[in-house]
Nanobody, 114 residues
Framework: VQLVESGGGLAQAGGSLRLSCAAS????????MGWYRQAPGKQRELVAT????????NYRDAVKGRFTISRDNAKNTMSLQMNNLKPEDTAMYYC????????WGQGTQVTVSS
C-alpha cells in the first residue's frame, strides 16, 4: 500500500471535502503523521499533524478552525476534514509521517473555486 490519498476534488469556496489516507503499517504504526500540501510553484508545506495515539493535533495557522485531522490506528488510515474551504487551499494534498520520509504517494488534488 505505502501511501494512498483520496477524496480530493472541486469545491466552491465555503464548501467541504474530506480527504482519506491509507498507509502501510511500517509508515503509520506508532508514528506521528501529517497532511501536507503543495500548490503550483510553491514548496510543500505541512498542514496538520497528529500524534500516534491521536490525542494531540496541530495545524498551521491558515487552516486552524477549518480543518480537522484524525486517524484510525486499527485500519492504518487517516483523514482530513476540510470545511469552509478557500481558494488558497487549492493544492495537491499528501499524507506522510513527520520524519524518516522515504517516498510519497500520488496525492489528491483539491481545487477550490471562488
Amino acid at each position: 500500500v505505502q501511501l494512498v490519498e483520496s477524496g480530493g476534488g472541486l469545491a466552491q469556496a465555503g464548501g467541504s471535502l474530506r480527504l482519506s489516507c491509507a498507509a502501510s503499517a511500517s509508515i503509520f504504526s506508532g508514528n506521528q503523521m501529517g497532511w501536507y500540501r503543495q500548490a503550483p510553484g510553491k514548496q510543500r508545506e505541512l498542514v496538520a499533524t497528529i500524534t500516534p495515539g491521536g490525542t494531540y493535533t496541530n495545524y498551521r495557522d491558515a487552516v486552524k478552525g477549518r480543518f480537522t485531522i484524525s486517524r484510525d490506528n486499527a485500519k492504518n488510515t487517516m483523514s482530513l476534514q476540510m470545511n469552509n474551504l478557500k481558494p488558497e487551499d487549492t493544492a495537491m494534498y499528501y499524507c506522510n509521517a513527520l520524519k524518516d520520509i522515504r517516498s510519497w504517494g500520488q496525492g489528491t488534488q483539491v481545487t477550490v473555486s471562488s
